[in-house]
C-alpha cells in the first residue's frame, strides 16, 4: 500500500443513499481519489444503500469498512428499515438474553445490506435528567445494569459478525450541552468518574468489545486543557489504550460536531485526533487537505510511519474479521426488504416491549383488573385519535367506554370528559405522542396534568399510563397506579393494555430514578391471570407465511358466493396470532358494510355448547343435576309424557330417541297467515317477546314449544338404546332443565355467570332487543317463507325465533374474539381471568366420549373420523372439542396444539339454501391452513386434564 493509501484507512466519511447522482458521484471521487477507507451511511432506504454499497465497494482496491449509526436498529436511520425499543425501554427489561436476542437480530439486518460496524451500544450512564442528547438512548443510571446489557447487545452484534462500538467515552450521561452544538464540560473527579461513568467500558473492553468511540467532551480530571476529549492523548492513549487497557479500534465521534470544529480547522482537528490516538477519523471535513496536513505531520516527525502501518494493520485485521476479505457483493433483489423485516423480528420486538413494562404503582392491588362484571371502567386517551391501538386492546378484554383527543389541551374535551366520567369507578388515562426529551416537559401538557389532579381529587381510581420517558412519571405523583410503556409503539400500547388485564405479567424496572418519588429499579411484579394476550404467530410457533393460506381461501370464497364475509380468530399457548376480518355484512357492494372485530354473527346451533353445555357443566359439577339421572326427576311436568325417564346424558349424546328437528313455528303460521294467538305486529305488555323486525310473541309461545317437544314422537327403536340422531330437540329440553333447577333463565344465567365476568361484551341472546346497532349485526337469511323479512339482529333458527330469541339449541350471537376468550377458558380447564369457572375436571369429562353408538362427547362435538368431516380437519387431536353452526360458524378447542380456533360468516345471507360453504369444505380447509402453520416444535398443552390418563 503506498502511504496516501494507508492514511486514507483512517477516513470514516459520512455518506447518505437519498440524494442524487452528482453526489454519489462525489462520494465515488472520494473513494477513488483518496482511497478512504470506510463509510458512514445516515437516511436514505436499505435497498438503496445495498446498491450503492456495491458501487462503492467496486472502487476501492481495499474493502471499505460500511457503518451505520443503528443504535436502536435500521430504522434509526433507514426508511422502511425495522426499529427495535430504544435503549432507555431496553434498560427496563430484567432478562438480558433478550438484549443479546435484539443485539443478533440487529446484526443479522445490518449484515444483509452490508454493513460490517454498527456504532452501538450506548454505553453511557445517564445519571442527568436533564441531559439533552443521551437520555433515551441510554440503559439507565446505573452502571451494573448499563454493563450487563451493552455486554448483552454487543455479543449479539459479534454472533451475527457485525463489529460493536460502545460509545460515547469517557461517559457522556452527566452533561447539559448538546455536543452537536458546543461543547460539554464534564466537572467530576476522576474518582467518581471511575465509579460511574467508566466501569460500563471497563465491562465491555474485559468483554473484547472491538471498538469504542470517544467523545467531545471537556474532563479537566483527565486534561485541564479546554479541548474535546477527542483530541486529547491524555484521554485516548493514557486512559482509554493504557490505564483500562483497550488494544481495539478507537473512534472519534462525528468529526463535524461543532464541539470539535468550533475553532479548530477541519485538517487541524484531524490531526490531532490521530495524535491522540484514535484509529478511525469518523465523518472528517476536508479530507483532501487532511491528509495533505498528516503527510506533514509524518516530515516534521509528530507521526512516524511505524505508527501508521501499526495502526493501518489494525485497522485492516478488524476488516477481515468483518468478513471483507475475500468481499462478497451485497445481493440486492426484490426480497431484501422481506429478509431484513421477518415475522421472527416482530415477534422479537413485541417480547422486548412486553418485557419493558413498568408498573410503578398500584395501590390496593388495582392491577390487574379481575372482577369485570362488576368493574366499571372507562379510558381517556391524550394526544391520540380515537382509533388508537391502546384502547382497541382494551376493549378485547371488556366492556371499556372510551374517550379519546389527538390534542393535549382541549379544554372542551377535558371539561366534557369529566363531566362523563363523574359516577366512573376505574379511570384509566394514558398519554400519547410523548417526547423523549426534557423540553415541553416531555410532551404533557398541564391540562393533561389537571386533569388527572381533578379525577384523583372527586373520588375517581385513576390508573396513569404514561407511553414515553419515564422522567415524565414526576407529573402524577397522585396516581392510584402508575404503568410505564416508555415508547407509543403498538406493541407497546398492547402490553400495557394486557398488564392492566393481566394477560401479562409486569416485570420491568425503572432504568431511571423518578426525582425522589421512585429509585432506579423500583418496578412492581403484576400476576398473569390467565386471560388471552395477542401476538404475531411467530411468538406461539406458528407460521404467518403459511397461515396467509387463511387469507387466500377467504377471499376466494368471498368471490365465490360462500359468504360475503367473515371473522377468523385463532389462539395458541394462550396468544391470539390471527385475527382477521374479510368481506362484508352483505353482497350489496353499493352499500358496502365491512366486517369489523365488533361484528357479531349468528352462531345457530355453537349456541349448544357456549351457552347450554356451560349452564349444565356449572350446574352438575355443583350437585344439582346429575347426568344419570333421568329427566323427569328435574322436571315434574314430564311425569306421564313418555319422555320423563330420558337420561340427561342421553340428551347430551343425542341419543335420546329424539328426531333431529320439527318446524313447530308452522304451527303458529296456519296457511301462511301469522295466527294473532301467536303474534303481533306491535310490543305491548302481552306481546312482548321479539320474533323478527316488528314481529312480536307472547311468552306463553315458548310454553307451547315446549309442550309440543314433550309431544313429538319417539324414533323407532328400544328406550336406553336408541341411535345416535343429532337433535335440537334435546337441547330445548336442556334449556327447560337449567331453567327448572337454576331458578333463572338461560340467557340471565349464561350472561351473568360466564359472558360479564369473563368481559365477553359482544356477546348476547337477541341483540336487537339488546340494543346492538344494525351495523354491528351480520344479516342472515331475507326470509320469504316465515318471517317475510331479512332476518337481521334476531335469531336465524325458527323455533328459536318464536321462542323469544332464547333456546337451547340456537339463539346466542357473539363476536370470534369473545368466543375466543370462552373456548381459552374451557381449555384451560375453567380458569380464566384469575377466576375460576369450573374444577379443572369438568370440561375434560364432558369432551371426552363414553358411548360406540357416535364419536361424540357430553355436549361437545369430537373428531368423526380420521378422515375428518366436511368442517373439521383431520388433523386434529383425538382430545379436541367444539361444536359447528347451520349459519356457517365453528369454534374448536385442541388441548395436544394447545390450540383455539374459531370461524364465523352469515352464508345462510341472502338464502339458507345457499350451502356452498360444506360442499366447498371451507371451514375444514381454513382449519387445515391453521395445523399447516405449527411449527414442528410440539407444546402439549398442561393446562386441560389428560383424559387418556385419569
Not at 460493536?164 to 450541552?177: E, I, L, M, R, S
Not at 464540560?185 to 468483554?207: N, T, Y
Not at 395436544?896 to 345471507?909: A, M, P, T, W
Amino acid at each position: 500500500m503506498t502511504l496516501d493509501e494507508k492514511i486514507g484507512q483512517f477516513f470514516v466519511i459520512g455518506t447518505y443513499s437519498n440524494r442524487y447522482e452528482s453526489y454519489y458521484a462525489s462520494v465515488e471521487r472520494l473513494i477513488r481519489n483518496y482511497h478512504v477507507g470506510g463509510l458512514l451511511f445516515f437516511q436514505g432506504d436499505p435497498l438503496t444503500q445495498a446498491d450503492l454499497t456495491n458501487r462503492y465497494q467496486a472502487l476501492s482496491r481495499v474493502p471499505l469498512l460500511v457503518s451505520l449509526d443503528a443504535e436502536n436498529g435500521l430504522g434509526m436511520r433507514l426508511a422502511l428499515g425495522m426499529s427495535f425499543p430504544h435503549q432507555m425501554t431496553l434498560g427496563a427489561i430484567q432478562d438480558d438474553r433478550l438484549i443479546y436476542d435484539m443485539g443478533l437480530e440487529i446484526g443479522r439486518q445490518c449484515r444483509r445490506i452490508g454493513v460490517q460496524m454498527n456504532f452501538a451500544p450506548v454505553v453511557d450512564v445517564n445519571s442527568n435528567p436533564l441531559n439533552p442528547i443521551i437520555g433515551y438512548r441510554s440503559f439507565g443510571e446505573n452502571p451494573d445494569n448499563v454493563a450487563a446489557k451493552g455486554i448483552a447487545y454487543a455479543r449479539g452484534l459479534r454472533d451475527a459478525g457485525v463489529l460493536a462500538c460502545a460509545k460515547h467515552f469517557p461517559g457522556h450521561g452527566d452533561t447539559q450541552v448538546d455536543s452537536h452544538q458546543a461543547l460539554p464540560k464534564v466537572w467530576h473527579s476522576a474518582d467518581r468518574l471511575g465509579e460511574l461513568e467508566l466501569p460500563p467500558f471497563r465491562a465491555l473492553i474485559q468483554d473484547s468489545i472491538p471498538s469504542v468511540l470517544v467523545a467531545h467532551l471537556y474532563v479537566p480530571a483527565y486534561d485541564p486543557r479546554p479541548i474535546a476529549s477527542t483530541l486529547s492523548g491524555p484521554v485516548v492513549t493514557d486512559l482509554l489504550r493504557n490505564q483500562l487497557k483497550f488494544d481495539g479500534l478507537i473512534v472519534t465521534d462525528a468529526m463535524n460536531m461543532r464541539a470539535v470544529t468550533k475553532g479548530n480547522q477541519a485538517p487541524e482537528a484531524n490531526l490531532q485526533a490521530l495524535l491522540a490516538g484514535n484509529d478511525l477519523l469518523l465523518q472528517p471535513e476536508s479530507v483532501a487537505a487532511s491528509i495533505v496536513k498528516i503527510k506533514q505531520a509524518i516530515e516534521k516527525g509528530q507521526l512516524t510511519v511505524e505508527e501508521i502501518d501499526r495502526r493501518v494493520r489494525k485497522i485492516l485485521s478488524y476488516k477481515y474479521r468483518a468478513g471483507l476479505v475475500p468481499y462478497q457483493a451485497v445481493s440486492v433483489s426484490k426480497n431484501l426488504l422481506k429478509d431484513l423485516r421477518t415475522p421472527q423480528s416482530e415477534a422479537l420486538r413485541q417480547k422486548l416491549y412486553e418485557n419493558a413494562v413498568t408498573v410503578v404503582r398500584n395501590d390496593e392491588y388495582i392491577i390487574p383488573f379481575i372482577h369485570l362484571d362488576t368493574l366499571k371502567i372507562s379510558s381517556v386517551a391524550i394526544g391520540e385519535s380515537p382509533s388508537n391501538i391502546f384502547q382497541q386492546t382494551l376493549r378485547k378484554y371488556g366492556k371499556v367506554a372510551c374517550y379519546a383527543s389527538d390534542t393535549k389541551s382541549d379544554d372542551v374535551f377535558f371539561a366534557e370528559t369529566l363531566a362523563k366520567l363523574d359516577s366512573v369507578q376505574t379511570v384509566i388515562v394514558s398519554l400519547h405522542e410523548m417526547k423523549q426529551r426534557v423540553n415541553r416537559n416531555y410532551g404533557i401538557s398541564p391540562e393533561s396534568v389537571k386533569f388527572v389532579q381533578t379525577l384523583v381529587k372527586r373520588g375517581n381510581r385513576v390508573i396513569v399510563c404514561v407511553f414515553g420517558n419515564p422522567y415524565s412519571l414526576k407529573y402524577f405523583p397522585e396516581a392510584r397506579a402508575l404503568v410505564c410503556g416508555y415508547e407509543g409503539d403498538p406493541y407497546a400500547q398492547t402490553a400495557v393494555a394486557e398488564v392492566l388485564f393481566g394477560a401479562l405479567k409486569a416485570t420491568g424496572k425503572l432504568p431511571v430514578s423518578v426525582e425522589g418519588l421512585y429509585p432506579a429499579g423500583h418496578g412492581l411484579v403484576t400476576e398473569e391471570i390467565g386471560r388471552l394476550t395477542y401476538g404475531v404467530p411467530e411468538s406461539a410457533g406458528m407460521s404467518s407465511a403459511k397461515l396467509k393460506a387463511v387469507d387466500d381461501i377467504m377471499e376466494e370464497s368471498i368471490r365465490n358466493g360462500v359468504f360475503p364475509g367473515g371473522q377468523v380468530v385463532v389462539a395458541r399457548h394462550g396468544r391470539v396470532v390471527w385475527q382477521k376480518n374479510y368481506g362484508g355484512l352483505t353482497y350489496d357492494r353499493a352499500a358496502y358494510e365491512p366486517v369489523r372485530d365488533t361484528t357479531v354473527y349468528d352462531l345457530a346451533s355453537v349456541t349448544k355448547v357456549t351457552a347450554t353445555l356451560q349452564a349444565v357443566m356449572l350446574l352438575n359439577e355443583n350437585g344439582l343435576i346429575d347426568l344419570n339421572q333421568p329427566i323427569g326427576a328435574y322436571l315434574p311436568e314430564m311425569k306421564g309424557s313418555g319422555k320423563e325417564t330420558i337420561l340427561i346424558r342421553d340428551l347430551l349424546m343425542h341419543q335420546a330417541g329424539l328426531v333431529a328437528f320439527q318446524p313447530y313455528w308452522e304451527r303458529t303460521k296456519p296457511e301462511g297467515i301469522f295466527s294473532p294467538d301467536f303474534y303481533l305486529h306491535a310490543d305491548t305488555l302481552d306481546y312482548r317477546l321479539l320474533v323478527a323486525r316488528n314481529l312480536w310473541t307472547k311468552p306463553a309461545t315458548v310454553d307451547s314449544v315446549w309442550k309440543w317437544v314433550v309431544k313429538t314422537p319417539y324414533l323407532a327403536g328400544k328406550l336406553g338404546h336408541y341411535r345416535f340422531v343429532y337433535s335440537d330437540l334435546g337441547l330445548i329440553m336442556l334449556r327447560r332443565l337449567v331453567e327448572q333447577v337454576s331458578g333463572q333463565p338461560l340467557d340471565t344465567l349464561v350472561r351473568d355467570y360466564f359472558y360479564e365476568p369473563l368481559g365477553m361484551a359482544n356477546t348476547t341472546f337477541s341483540p336487537l332487543t339488546n340494543g346492538v346497532s344494525d351495523w354491528k349485526t351480520a344479516p342472515t337469511e331475507n326470509d320469504r317463507v316465515f318471517r317475510e323479512v331479512l332476518v337481521r339482529g334476531t335469531v336465524h333458527d325458527q323455533n328459536a325465533a318464536i321462542q323469544g330469541g332464547v333456546s337451547g339449541h340456537a339463539g346466542l350471537f357473539s363476536t370470534a374474539n369473545d368466543l375466543a376468550i370462552l373456548m381459552q377458558m374451557n381449555l384451560q380447564g375453567g380458569y380464566y381471568g384469575g377466576r375460576r369457572y369450573f374444577l379443572p375436571s369438568t370440561v375434560p369429562i364432558y369432551a371426552r366420549n363414553y358411548t360406540t353408538r357416535s364419536f361424540r362427547g357430553l355436549g361437545w362435538d369430537r373428531l368423526s373420523s380420521v378422515d375428518g368431516n366436511a368442517y373439521i380437519s383431520p388433523r386434529v387431536s383425538p382430545r379436541s372439542f367444539g361444536h359447528s353452526g347451520f349459519t356457517g360458524t365453528l369454534v374448536w378447542a385442541d388441548p395436544r396444539e394447545d390450540l383455539v380456533f374459531i370461524f364465523l360468516s352469515n352464508r345462510v345471507h341472502p338464502n339458507a339454501g345457499n350451502n356452498l360453504i360444506t360442499t366447498q369444505r371451507v371451514r375444514r380447509r381454513v382449519m387445515d391452513a391453521v395445523y399447516d402453520a405449527i411449527e414442528i416444535n410440539r407444546h402439549d398443552g398442561n393446562n386441560f386434564v389428560d383424559l387418556d390418563k385419569r
